[in-house]
């Protein structure tokens, strides 16, 4: 494991009750998600991927992992994803940015990839605005950080670039419009692991085809 170079894959799922209509989807495509990371692992042995994950809405914070080697992921399921409430999406963001922050500190040799997946706006954070996550994200893409903002049913560029997020996909709030973004976001992750092989990983066009 001291020899692997450390990848971190932090998501931040939204958890609240617009996202109920679309629950059995989004727990069978993260479910192949963490498959994906899993396999990208096995696929590129020369880095060790660890996952931490958070669903949130207004009733709080649910850390499902944190700093979980990919060996040790579990799926998600009816009794731990239950849609329901309002979104702080802020909250979430700062929430599990700083935690993670501060659990790397000292590990030099890192990659991370946040990924927010929320099919609506803030509208219930108590502790973050809109710049204050800003400020956050900006100081972790000059560490290298690179984040990731998927979304449907809200003007997705809107947000992102309040928040200086400037990679973003779209999708269609159905079972073929969910499916396709989960097809997407594994491929891109593969090819993110390929990108800090050949040492030109960049927060820019993380979307883009080649």
Avoid at 39 to 66: C, V, W
Avoid at 88 to 114: C, H, M, R, S, Y
Avoid at 133 to 138: A, F, Q, Y
Wanted: glycine content about 6%; aromatic content about 10%.
């Amino acid at each position: 494991m001291e020899n692997k170079h450390q990848v971190h894959n932090l998501i931040i799922l939204d958890e609240s009750g617009s996202m109920e209509s679309i629950k059995s989807v989004i727990i069978s495509g993260f479910n192949e998600l963490v498959q994906t990371i899993q396999h990208t692992e096995r696929e590129f042995p020369d880095q060790a991927h660890f996952i931490s994950m958070i669903s949130f809405n207004s009733s709080g914070n649910k850390l499902l992992h944190f700093l979980d080697p990919v060996n040790r992921l579990k799926a998600i399921d009816a009794s731990t994803y239950q849609p329901n409430f309002s979104t702080p999406l802020f909250d979430a963001i700062g929430f599990g940015a700083q935690k993670l922050k501060q659990a790397l500190t000292g590990i030099p040799e890192k990659n991370v990839l946040v990924t927010i997946l929320t099919d609506g706006e803030e509208n219930a954070s108590t502790e973050f605005n809109a710049q204050a996550i800003k400020s956050l994200v900006e100081g972790l893409k000059a560490e290298g950080w690179v984040f990731t903002y998927i979304g449907t049913d809200h003007d997705i560029s809107k947000v992102a670039d309040q928040l200086s997020i400037t990679n973003t996909m779209a999708f269609q709030k159905t079972d073929e419009g969910i499916n396709a973004m989960f097809e997407k976001e594994k491929a891109y992750r593969s090819k993110f692991s390929q990108q800090i092989r050949d040492k030109k990983v960049s927060d820019e066009g993380f979307y883009e085809e080649d």
